[in-house]
């Protein structure tokens, strides 16, 4: 009688992780559509999941620590989000409006529904790129808020981009620990749940503000840019890093500014930068970049109008979006 | 009155009988006083404008001379950077970050930088505040938002379900 060989799991994975991570090396473009499946699993777990958890955010040496209850009652999203040190802080997301309550100076910011259905979804040229400008690894396992999580990695293979790390929960598929990385190797940001409770009963009690929708005495706060319409800006951007590409175009309204502003969105699939062009008028912005986390900016003027550059990328690549937007 | 307050602080509110009535007003405010005296303060150490530099330092004078109002609660239990982290953050922890940092504007982070103010020299923040509301805009149609995972939240608040 012959005894089958027990290998412990994590030895299997030990095993086959390099394996798989050299199998894929030569299949990019299945790699892709793998780390594609992988990004669209962990947006749609994040949406349908129910979950409460804590999240640690670090950025350089400064860390912040948020407590998260997350419901979807029968696709109802609603979504409670509580600071944990800094000054308190609570947000509270219903059904797509944002409100977030600072009751130390008695106000309420609301950010409304805007152009929510205008997500775009990755174009086959995108899902190419993916695979064309990040080198895609298929990494170990590890434990993240103590759940086996796997790992995956995109190691960009020039400068215009991030690279990013993401741990995801093999059963869910829930996104559990995210890092962007810089050109030297350094971490710029990092989320990661310390601890997390997949799949908690839908109660919507759960994820309700701690003071009404409007306290009395507070003060309501609107968020300065408005919805819009997807339409020709009139705008084109002449450079940008290889891979982008414009996903999205359109006018905003602006509080204080008849001029509105035009927004392009450029994504190389995995990341994006979008460029705002508004009049100037009375507003003041400062020019030159300015970095926080991992989003740079560049602004720069253009006659009567400010140009800023702004997303997920390396000073340089919003430096060269930035400074090549001309009019069509 | 809290309208009239917001319009000062967005740098609306230029004309004297409607800074004295504000001022005069908030008065029997301790609490948005102070907030709004921070954000002048925040403003100025930032070098930014959003309150002009008119109202920014009127303010602050006439805050000036009213103790009461200007007494903020000590708070030596924060680290120097925490007001940054939460109006720089908002790259990243989601909304929280999001709308921490579109409150520079009016000045919730400015009531942090008060509190540090001693600490920190201007030319340390300047270049470091970069636009809360294109933040704000970016946040609906990055990719990275959904994907990325900055934070469960902002990845749920762009992937939300079509406004109808």
């Known amino acids: 009688m012959t005894h089958p060989v027990r290998v412990p799991a994590r030895a299997r994975s030990a095993l086959l992780a390099p394996l798989a991570a050299v199998t894929f090396a030569f299949a990019p473009h299945a790699l892709a559509q793998d ?5 669209d699993r962990a947006a749609g777990a994040a949406r349908t999941l129910s979950y409460s958890g804590t999240i640690v955010y670090q950025r350089g040496a400064e860390v ?25 802080r609570e947000v509270i997301r219903n059904k797509g409006e944002v409100r977030c309550y600072y009751p130390d100076a008695k106000l309420v910011r609301v950010e409304p529904r805007t152009f929510r259905n205008a997500f775009p979804s990755l174009s086959p040229k995108q899902l190419e790129s993916l695979g064309k400008y990040y080198t895609i690894k298929k990494g170990g396992t590890g434990r993240v808020a103590g759940l086996e999580a796997q790992s995956w990695q995109f190691v960009p293979r020039d400068g215009l981009r991030y690279g990013h790390e993401f741990w995801t929960d093999p059963a869910s598929g829930m996104l559990l620990k995210a890092r962007t990385i810089n050109e030297g190797g350094e971490i710029v940001e990092q989320f990661a749940f310390s601890d997390v409770t997949l799949g908690i009963k839908a109660d919507r009690d759960a994820a309700r503000p701690t003071w009404a929708a409007m306290p009395q005495g507070w003060m309501e706060k609107q968020t300065k840019i408005g919805g819009g319409v ?9 450079r940008m890093p290889p891979g982008f590409a414009r996903i999205m175009e359109g006018r905003r309204r ?18 994006a930068v979008s460029v705002f062009i508004e009049a100037r008028g009375g507003m003041q912005r400062n020019t030159g970049r300015a970095r926080v986390g991992g989003i740079n900016t560049y602004s720069v003027r253009q006659d009567d109008y400010m140009i800023t550059a702004l997303g997920e990328a390396p000073a340089e690549a919003v430096r060269l979006i930035a400074t090549s937007v001309t009019r069509r | 009155m809290n309208e009239e307050i917001s319009r000062l602080m967005d740098g609306e509110l230029e004309d004297d009988a409607a800074f004295e009535r504000v001022v005069g007003g908030m008065k029997q405010s301790s609490a948005m006083a102070t907030w709004v005296c921070y954000h002048a303060i925040g403003d100025s150490l930032r070098g930014e404008c959003t309150v002009s530099t008119r109202v920014s330092r009127r303010l602050a004078v006439a805050l000036a001379n009213e103790p009461t109002v200007l007494a903020p609660q000590r708070r030596v239990d924060r680290p120097a950077t925490w007001a940054w982290a939460a109006a720089a953050t908002a790259a990243a922890v989601a909304v929280v970050g999001w709308t921490a940092v579109s409150l520079t504007d009016q000045g919730v982070s400015a009531v942090a930088l ?18 809360a509301d294109y933040l704000y805009a970016h946040r609906e149609f990055s990719p990275a938002t959904p994907i990325q995972g900055i934070s469960p939240l902002q990845r749920a608040v762009a992937t939300d379900a079509p406004a109808r």
């Open chain 1, 230 to 238: 997807i339409d020709d800006t009139g705008w084109n951007v002449t």
């Open chain 1, 35 to 39: 780390a594609k499946a992988m990004l």
């Open chain 1, 64 to 88: 912040e620590t948020a407590r998260i209850v997350h419901i979807n009652d029968a696709g109802d999203e609603l979504e409670k989000l509580v600071n944990l040190d800094g000054p308190a």
């Open chain 2, 114 to 131: 008060a509190r540090e103010a001693a600490s920190v020299r201007p030319e340390t923040l300047r270049g470091q505040v970069i636009p």
């Open chain 1, 254 to 271: 602006v509080r204080d500014n008849d001029g509105g502003l035009a927004q392009i969105v450029l994504s190389d699939g995995l990341v």
